[in-house]
């Protein structure tokens, strides 16, 4: 990995909300990291319910808990391992509280102030099951689960890898590219607990084309994804991949560092805030995927 990371950092200085300044001083500060001033930065999206908001998912800026929210929370405990933290038994309890029945999870709950949201987020319907919300929080929380006692035993977290995999064996027309890529690195997650995650992985695979590469319905005319938005990490799901695309992947990742230091996203933000937001969330997530990779 040849990135420049004091120019990362200095973008970051720059841009960053605190959170992503103090996960990128976590996971490359050459050992000078605090995970104690992580957990205070997210701690600052969190709602009395155990859930998180304000923002937490850069385009759903509303204060009230949210799948959304749990995904990047459950982000953030996964950096801390092998150190664990009460937040996230109790982000599992609040999840549980408002799972559907099985454990899954709606795309979203109702918010009081649309203001700075992307549609998508407020107009779901909070009654009906989402693969896509549920696989993006469970997937998480199974890596978290890998060195946390109690995530792992959690109720919840039981009953929502159950509900999706059932989810994904009916699958059989092909899935929205965000609703596919999270089912994928669910799998990833699941698998080495779950032994049917191994044979719905090849069952997935079959949607994905030989370049990896799905344009997102909906989205800008030129916006995709890409083999390292359905396996970041090595790992199980690299079965559906061309190794070839993983590795030209690497090179366009790490190319694509800008002259502010920083990585950018080929999607649109709904508010000045989310702009800014997701640069850095988008940089660290990068420097991430391409030290896991190197």
């Not at 990362?8 to 050992?31: K, M, N, Q, T, Y």
């Not at 405990?77 to 609040?94: H, M, V």
């Not at 690195?185 to 049917?196: N, V």
């Amino acid at each position: 990995m040849t990135v420049n990371l004091a120019a990362a950092a200095s973008f970051l200085a720059a841009h960053g909300r605190l959170l992503d300044r103090r996960r990128f001083e976590l996971l490359f500060g050459g050992g000078d990291g605090d995970a104690e001033a992580v957990l205070s930065a997210v701690a600052a999206y969190r709602n009395a319910d155990g859930g998180y908001g304000w923002g937490l998912e850069p385009d759903l800026r509303a204060p009230e808990s949210q799948p959304g929210g749990a995904l990047h929370a459950f982000e953030v405990f996964e950096d801390i391992a092998p150190k664990t933290t009460p937040l996230a038994r109790e982000l599992c309890d609040w999840l549980e509280s408002v799972s559907l029945p099985g454990g899954g999870l709606p795309f979203a709950f109702p918010v009081a102030d649309r203001a700075g949201s992307a549609p998508f987020w407020t107009d779901a319907d909070p009654t009906k099951f989402s693969l896509q919300s549920t696989a993006f929080v469970a997937s998480t929380a199974l890596r978290v689960a890998a060195h946390d006692k109690a995530v792992a035993e959690h109720p919840w977290l039981t009953a929502a890898v159950s509900t999706c995999l059932e989810a994904i064996a009916r699958v059989e027309e092909q899935p929205h590219a965000i609703e596919l890529s999270f089912a994928i690195r669910f799998l990833d997650a699941a698998h080495a607990t779950r032994p049917e995650a191994d044979e719905l992985l090849g069952h997935l695979g079959k949607f994905l084309p030989p370049d990896g590469i799905l344009h997102v319905a909906g989205g800008g005319e030129d916006e995709v994804l890409r083999p390292l938005d359905f396996s970041p990490i090595p790992g199980p799901s690299r079965k559906v991949l061309d190794p070839a695309a993983i590795a030209a992947e690497l090179e366009r990742l790490e190319s694509q560092q800008l002259e502010d230091g920083g990585w950018t996203v080929d999607f649109a933000s709904f508010s000045p805030a989310a702009s800014l937001e997701w640069r850095g969330y988008a940089t660290v997530r990068a420097i991430s995927v391409l030290r896991a990779n190197s």
